[in-house]
C-alpha cells in the first residue's frame, strides 16, 4: 500500500488517494457510507477513541486542548529521564516523546531511588506531584472549555458533533451485542456524550456515592419488563459497555478500594475532588505502559476486557482519534485480526506519511480485514458526522419506505391511477 498521500481511503480490499475530497463529498459518500453500515451491523462492535476525538471537540468548542507535551521536573538525572522517554517513545513508533513517556520515566526512577533510600526520592515525589497537579489542571481546563462552548459555532456545534458520532455506533438493534466503547483518553467526555444523548453506561464501578470497581467477570446488563407481560424481560435499548484503559480523573486509589470521586466535569483544580498528593491517589498516569504494569491492579481487568471484547469471531473495532502508538493496545488489535471473520476500521485526522498506521499494518498484514479512512478531510469529526457516519435510526425509516414504495408499485402507475381533481367550476 502506498502511504505517501494526504488521503487515503482503502474499503473492499481496494485503495484510493483521492487528492481533493472535500471537492467529491457526494462520491465519496455513496462509497463509504453504505460501506460502513454493513461493517456496524456486525455481532460484536467495538469503538476505541484516543486523544484525537477530545482535541477535535475542543476545536469545534473553542477551547484549548491538551497539548501532551514535555514537563521540567526540576530534579537531578532529568535528562536520563528525557532519554529514557524519549527511547520509548521511539521504541512504540510515537517519535517525539510526551508527558505521559516522561512521567512512566520518572516513575521507575523514583521506585530505584526507593530501594536505595536515596536522598533524591523526596524531591522527585514532589516533582512527580508538581507534574501530575499541572497536566491534571489543564485536562480539567480542555473539559471547562468543552463545556462552555457546546453550542458555539453557525454550522456544527460541537453537542451536536458528539451526540451524532456516538449514536451513529450505539443505536444498535437492542438484540444485538452492547457497543463497547473504550478510551484511552483521562477526560471524561465519553460520559459526557452519553449523558447529552441519553445513553446508560455500564462499567465496572458499582455503587451510588462512591462507586467501586470490581472484578467481576459477569455480563452486566440492562433489560425491562412490557406493561402488561412477566417473566418476559426485553432488552433495553441505547446501553453501552465502556472501559477506560489508562483510568480516568476521578478514579482514586485508597489500598484496598479503587472507586470514583465525585468531580463535576470541568471542575475547577481547587475542587475539593482535586487530591493534593496526586501520584499515589489518582488513577491516570500511565500504569499500563509496559507489560509488568499492565498485570496491576486495574489495568489486568481493564485489559482482559478489551481484549475478551475484540478477540472473538464476527468482531468489528471502529478507532477514532487513535494513533497506534501504544504497543500493549496495538498487539490486542494484531491479535484479533488474526480471526479471518474480524475486521478494522481505522479514522484519523493526520498527514502523510502516516508512519504509525503504516507501521502497524505492516507488522499485522490483513489488509483485507482493514477498512482506512485517513487525512485531514475524512479524520474531520465535522466532515465524519455530517457526511460518512451511517445513522441507525434514519437506514430503518428509509428502508421501510422503501419497502412500502415495493409494496404500492411503481410512482408512475400510482400517479396515472389517481383520481382526476374535482372541477373548481360550475359545472356543464
Not at 103 to 111: G, K
Request: charged share 25%.
Amino acid at each position: 500500500m502506498e502511504w505517501n498521500h494526504d488521503h487515503i481511503v482503502h474499503i473492499n480490499g481496494q485503495t484510493e488517494c483521492p487528492s481533493d475530497p472535500s471537492a467529491e463529498r457526494h462520491k465519496w459518500r455513496k462509497k463509504i457510507e453504505p460501506w460502513l453500515s454493513a461493517v456496524f451491523q456486525a455481532e460484536h462492535l467495538s469503538l476505541l477513541v484516543g486523544n484525537g476525538l477530545t482535541t477535535a471537540l475542543a476545536q469545534l468548542a473553542g477551547a484549548s486542548p491538551v497539548a501532551m507535551t514535555t514537563a521540567t521536573f526540576g530534579c537531578s538525572n532529568e535528562g536520563k529521564v528525557l532519554e529514557a522517554a524519549t527511547k520509548n517513545a521511539a521504541s512504540m513508533g510515537r517519535g517525539a516523546a510526551n508527558i505521559e513517556d516522561q512521567l512512566s520515566a520518572a516513575l521507575s526512577l523514583l521506585n530505584g531511588l526507593r530501594v536505595l533510600d536515596h536522598a533524591d526520592a523526596s524531591a522527585w515525589e514532589a516533582a512527580i506531584d508538581r507534574v501530575l497537579k499541572g497536566f491534571v489542571t489543564e485536562v480539567l481546563a480542555t473539559e471547562k472549555g468543552i463545556e462552555a462552548g457546546w453550542d458555539k459555532g453557525s454550522e456544527l456545534r460541537a453537542r451536536e458533533a458528539l451526540i451524532s458520532f456516538l449514536m451513529s455506533f450505539a443505536s444498535r438493534a437492542a438484540s444485538r451485542e452492547r457497543l463497547h466503547i473504550f478510551t484511552t483518553n483521562y477526560d471524561r467526555v465519553m460520559e459526557r456524550g452519553a449523558d447529552l444523548s441519553g445513553l446508560r453506561i455500564v462499567d465496572r464501578f458499582v455503587g451510588a456515592m462512591e462507586p467501586e470497581f470490581r472484578s467481576s467477570r459477569l455480563r452486566v446488563d440492562l433489560h425491562y419488563t412490557p406493561p402488561g407481560i412477566r417473566g418476559e424481560p426485553r432488552h433495553l435499548e441505547g446501553v453501552v459497555h465502556l472501559t477506560k484503559l489508562h483510568g480516568s480523573l476521578e478514579w482514586r486509589y485508597d489500598h484496598p478500594r479503587l472507586y470514583k470521586e465525585a468531580l463535576p466535569f470541568g471542575a475547577d483544580p481547587s475542587h475539593p475532588g482535586v487530591p493534593a498528593m496526586l501520584r499515589n491517589t489518582m488513577m491516570i498516569y500511565p500504569n499500563a505502559a509496559k507489560d509488568l504494569e499492565t498485570a496491576a491492579y486495574p489495568y489486568a481487568d481493564l485489559f482482559r476486557d478489551f481484549s475478551a471484547s475484540l478477540c472473538q469471531p464476527n468482531s468489528v473495532l471502529v478507532t477514532y482519534g487513535y494513533g497506534f502508538g501504544d504497543d500493549h493496545i496495538n498487539r490486542v488489535i494484531a491479535d484479533m485480526l488474526t480471526i479471518p471473520s474480524t475486521h478494522l476500521v481505522a479514522i484519523a485526522w493526520g498527514d502523510k506519511p502516516h508512519d504509525r498506521i503504516a507501521s502497524f499494518l505492516s507488522k499485522a498484514g490483513r489488509s483485507q480485514q482493514v477498512t482506512l479512512l485517513l487525512g485531514r478531510h475524512f479524520g474531520d469529526l465535522a466532515e465524519l458526522v455530517h457526511h460518512y457516519l451511517p445513522k441507525p435510526a434514519i437506514d430503518t425509516l428509509t428502508l421501510r419506505m422503501t419497502e412500502l414504495k415495493d409494496r404500492r408499485g411503481d410512482d408512475r402507475s400510482t400517479e396515472s391511477s389517481a383520481p382526476p381533481e374535482a372541477s373548481n367550476g360550475d359545472g356543464g
